[in-house]
């Protein structure tokens, strides 16, 4: 069993959170959801829409075709009307989204009390929201009951951006600096909720440029530190992050993909950042770049990244993108949380090649060798230290001689399109140290698909670095028009390049 709803209409007719209510309840009910959102770069007008897919299996992405549409405008069954499958309902007739949430329920067999609960929690416009939910539960007459999956399982619905917040906080963070920036800017919102409650600093800068600097200078007192931008700001924090590599501090960088260069697309999705933050900055030095593929794992990809940023007192980045940051998926356990001590301490850091016995500037050949050579034996320490971490899953059939190979959001939409093919999936999650036991896995294959949001497969280059391994052309799956995979659509492609 599984739907797929898609909710329409302008920016401000509240799309967003007619989707986010609804699949909270069917997951508390005890099903599955996963919810993407697609949007323009407009506060009011435009299309905007939601696309809810729920089933009673476990799901992370959504299909191409549509069982029921929302349309709060007429345009909504304009543009999505040949995404309609040939029995699929559409509710129309209203502006009003809590109107549609009183209808929905009723279609789902779900008690009017827990919408009632769910609105009293968003605390806004409850007795409006109450009077339009009732009248459309009322009025709405159709019912799936004898199709609805039945069970209860204690889950929880989450988005990427949530995740970010709630694994720093879980580390220990005390302070947070960012400069509004999609997809980046809903971490903002949610760490300044929380700051008189977890105790952490959180402020918006005038530009990405004070962000990184103001936070290397909160770093080296000790504090734990950590900023968001998207690929234009982290553009303009480059010089910094040298600074980090150069003075050895220890600072975690929420790096949130959009497609670019430039301004690109704001409000879209893009894995085109990978060599931007495995190679931005100059000179030679150190970094880690953790790739999570949902909520969970960036979770736990923030803890480690806070822990070996500490440890090894070196810049440590998440690279997420929009569909991660935005998009809501069900889970069954908590996240596991790496914890990390304070371990720096107040000394004198320089940005020059310093002497260190003095902490003083140095143009000493033999010290500037010295220094180099420490800083290079310390990548050996990282590899080991992040090798008692996962940092590569293998998914689908274990022992199948065709691989998927891929990182980040994709992985969504690849678990749900492999689930019945021939298939091993292999999720890479460190791009740096990248996984020198991941080339094992590719000797084995009879044929290796690369599936990535970006037009290079720049992935698929970071692989032939890494291992000499090349794959051809003909069997990469590349995306690059600022949408996701879609399960359904990239299937039928897998199944095309097996042949």
Known sequence: MKFNILFGGKAGQGVNVLAEILGKALVKQGYYAFCSRDY????????????????????????????????????????????????????????????????????????????????????????????????????????????????????????????????????GLDLYYSYPMTPSTPVLGELAEKQQEKNILVLQLENEIAVINVAVGSAITGAKTMIGTSGGGFDLMTEALSLCGMAEVPLVIYLATRPGPSTGVPTYTSQGDLNLARHAGHGEFLRIVLAPGDPLETQESVSQAFYLSQRFKIPCIILGDKHLAESFYTFEREAKITKTEKLTKLERYNGYEKNPETGSATDVAKIIKKNVEARLRKSEEIKKEAGKFSQYKIHGKKNSKNIIVSWGSTKGAILDAIKDLDVKFIQVLYIEPFPREIKKEFEKAKKIILIENNSTGQLGNLISEKTGIFIQEKNKILRYDGRPFLADELKKEIKRKMK
């Open 40 to 171: 323009q770069s407009l506060i009011r007008g435009g299309h905007n829409f939601n696309v809810l897919t729920f089933s009673n299996e476990p799901i992370a992405s959504n299909e191409g075709k549509i069982d029921i549409l929302v349309a709060l405008d007429e345009n909504t069954e304009k543009i999505h009307k040949k995404e309609l499958k040939k029995k699929a309902i559409i509710l129309k007739g209203s502006d009003d989204n809590m109107y549609y949430a009183g209808r929905l329920f009723k279609l789902f067999c779900m008690d009017f009390s827990i919408l009632d609960k769910e609105l009293k929690e968003l605390e806004k416009r409850y007795e409006e929201n109450i009077r339009e939910a009732k009248q459309g539960y009322n009025e709405e007459k159709r019912e799936f009951c004898k199709i609805l999956y039945k069970g209860k399982k204690n889950a929880y619905f989450l988005n990427g951006s949530q995740a970010i917040a709630q694994g720093a906080i879980k580390s």
